[in-house]
T-cell receptor
Framework: DAKTTQPTSMDCAEGRAANLPCNHS???????VYWYRQIHSQGPQYIIH???NNETNEMASLIITEDRKSSTLILPHATLRDTAVYYC?????????????FGTGTRLTIIP | DGGITQSPKYLFRKEGQNVTLSCEQN?????MYWYRQDPGQGLRLIYY???????QKGDIAEGYSVSREKKESFPLTVTSAQKNPTAFYLC????????????????FGPGTRLTVL
């Protein structure tokens, strides 16, 4: 699976949009971009995933560049509950093996 | 409510003792996983199982053992051979391990924090 690079930490004011970048310059054509987040001392939680097109769900939006070498997770109106570590993961859509490779992620702190 | 349970939340053991961490899911998921997390680090895969009575080593399997006798249960044993067992252990499951679907969200349990004294 392709490696990802994320900033170690970011701050965002409450109520503003939080934009979390992720570089995955070695991504291949059949690899998807997944985002999970982990609130302190809890298990990670799935947020969103995408292949080529931008995606949006009730939690966030995912913007993938045309060359697919980077992406941005957008939390449109950040709240204090969004303070967490956010993991960007790239994985193949293989038959069978579903393991995820977690890096160190971005620690997002929402400032009141 | 459906979900994944891990027990206990906190566990203390003396050095040299084996300890078994419980993971149960009632989501009817096929695949289950065990991860280890150290402070300030990401998750590392210990073992995973795609079907009952079958499991594979992950990236850091040494010093650990698992069993998958039932679909809903995937216990992890931390043996005395594990050099640094103190960590946060997370169990996860996925609906369809043998599917061609692109989307297979992993559901995580609340975790067990193991401290070896």
């Amino acid at each position: 699976d392709a490696k990802t690079t994320q900033p170690t930490s970011m701050d965002c004011a409450e109520g503003r949009a939080a934009n979390l970048p992720c570089n995955h310059s070695t991504i291949s054509g059949n690899e998807y971009v997944y985002w999970y987040r982990q609130i302190h001392s809890q298990g990670p939680q799935y947020i969103i995933h995408g292949l080529k097109n931008n995606e949006t769900n009730e939690m966030a939006s995912l913007i993938i560049t045309e060359d697919r070498k980077s992406s941005t997770l957008i939390l449109p109106h950040a709240t204090l509950r969004d303070t967490a570590v956010y993991y960007c993961i790239v994985r193949k859509s293989n038959f069978g093996n579903e393991k995820l490779t977690f890096g160190t992620g971005t620690r997002l702190t929402i400032i009141p | 409510d459906g979900g994944i349970t891990q027990s206990p939340k906190y566990l203390f053991r003396k050095e040299g003792q084996n300890v078994t961490l419980s993971c149960e899911q009632n989501l009817n998921h096929d695949a289950m996983y065990w991860y280890r997390q150290d402070p300030g680090q990401g998750l590392r895969l210990i073992y995973y199982s795609q079907i009952v009575n079958d499991f594979q080593k992950g990236d850091i399997a040494e010093g650990y053992s698992v069993s998958r006798e039932k679909k809903e249960s995937f216990p992890l044993t931390v043996t005395s051979a594990q050099k640094n067992p103190t960590a946060f252990y997370l169990c996860a499951s996925t609906l369809a391990s043998g599917s061609h679907r692109s989307y297979n969200e992993q559901f995580f349990g609340p975790g067990t924090r193991l401290t070896v004294l």
